[in-house]
């Protein structure tokens, strides 16, 4: 059972920060793909930002340069903090924790999701 627990959303004007905060269950000998993904009313879900196993960073073009990702609590944690938010950035962020390796069962879940409201 992988369980993935997001925290951290919120409202807030243009131009501010708000830092979102992402866990997952802990394995031992375990590997982790971690991510942000969002998605707005009436829109497809899309990638914002990720660290790959190895430590690799990637972001969405829409965010890039503006967010940035962190794993200060551990590789099973990600951090995201949203800099320069803009209306459009209003949606739904979740998180998806992707668990594998040599001696691991394998996961790829989504948490409930967090909500980013941004007004102008």
């Known amino acids: 059972l992988q369980i993935v627990d997001e925290s951290g959303g919120g409202s807030v004007q243009t131009g501010g920060p708000l830092r979102l905060s992402c866990v997952t269950t802990?394995?031992?000998?375990?590997?982790?793909?971690m991510s942000w993904w969002r998605q707005a009313p009436g829109k497809e879900r899309e990638f914002v930002a990720g660290?790959?196993?190895?430590?690799?960073?990637n972001f969405g073009d829409s965010v890039e340069g503006r967010f940035t990702v962190g794993q200060e609590n551990g590789k099973n944690t990600i951090s995201l903090q949203t800099d320069s938010l803009r209306p459009e950035d209003t949606a739904m962020y979740y998180c998806?924790?992707?668990?594998?390796?040599?001696?691991?069962?394998?996961?790829?879940?989504w948490g409930r999701g967090t909500q980013v409201t941004v007004s102008s």
């Open positions: 998806r924790a992707r668990t594998f390796g040599k001696w691991c069962d394998e996961y790829d879940s």
């Open positions: 802990a394995y031992t000998n375990c590997k982790y793909d």
């Open positions: 660290i790959s196993s190895d430590g690799t960073m």
